[in-house]
């Protein structure tokens, strides 16, 4: 099985059984699954979710719920830039209603270098995860493959993306997976 083989694998399970949600289809996403916000409320009650103040996070629609109460928090969010890749923006004491779309957030975000930013969590949309903690993503940008961070990376999954170990080389590590249904720790307590 080939990385694109495994990625249409998924796309097409969880738009054949109609779990996927907006955007639709999922083909070429970070799907945004039924039962995503459930997970995102397993992952918000994480130490690491809970004891963050700056959270670097992609703009896939799975990880809103997740934006939108870092924000509430009262947590800083560092966001991808969504037209200039490779740059990124700091929002902070910004209410979450405020930013209808994540396209906007050029107009509430300060530009920032990523490099010396302290980030306590990296939130990450995925396609496929394992159980021992590999990811792949949707095979085009954030997270980019040089994407460097010393901080843990969490994402959400449907159980039908989970595999018991991926069948293809991982393209990076997690350090949470947070299902509907519960919080994955690879190598670590579950």
């Known amino acids: 099985m080939t990385l694109g083989e495994l990625r249409e ?3 097409n399970t969880l738009a054949r059984y109609g779990l996927a949600l907006h955007p639709t289809p999922p083909h070429g996403h970070h799907p945004n699954f039924l039962g995503a916000k459930k997970a995102a409320e397993r992952l918000l009650k994480a130490p690491e979710f ?9 703009m896939d629609a799975v990880l809103k719920p997740l934006r939108e109460e870092a924000l509430r928090q009262g947590k800083e969010l560092l966001l991808p830039h969504p037209d200039r890749p490779g740059e990124f ?3 902070k004491d910004l209410d979450p209603r405020r930013l209808k779309r994540v396209r906007e957030a050029y107009r509430y975000g300060v530009p920032v270098a990523l490099g010396g930013q302290a980030i ?11 159980e021992e903690g590999g990811w792949v993503g949707k095979g085009y ?10 901080a843990p990376f969490a994402t959400l ?3 039908v993306m989970v595999y018991p170990r991926l069948p293809v080389p991982s393209e ?14 690879p190598g670590g307590p579950r």
């Open 9 to 11: 694998e998924v796309w």
């Open 172 to 185: 990076r590590r997690v350090d949470l997976i947070a299902t509907p249904q519960r919080l994955i720790r």
């Open 120 to 130: 306590d969590l990296v939130l990450i949309g995925a396609v496929a995860v394992d």
């Open 89 to 91: 923006l700091l929002l």
């Open 141 to 150: 940008g954030f997270p980019q493959a040089w994407l460097q961070v010393e």
């Open 157 to 159: 999954a449907h159980p």
């Open 50 to 58: 809970q004891g963050a103040r700056r959270i670097l996070a992609g």
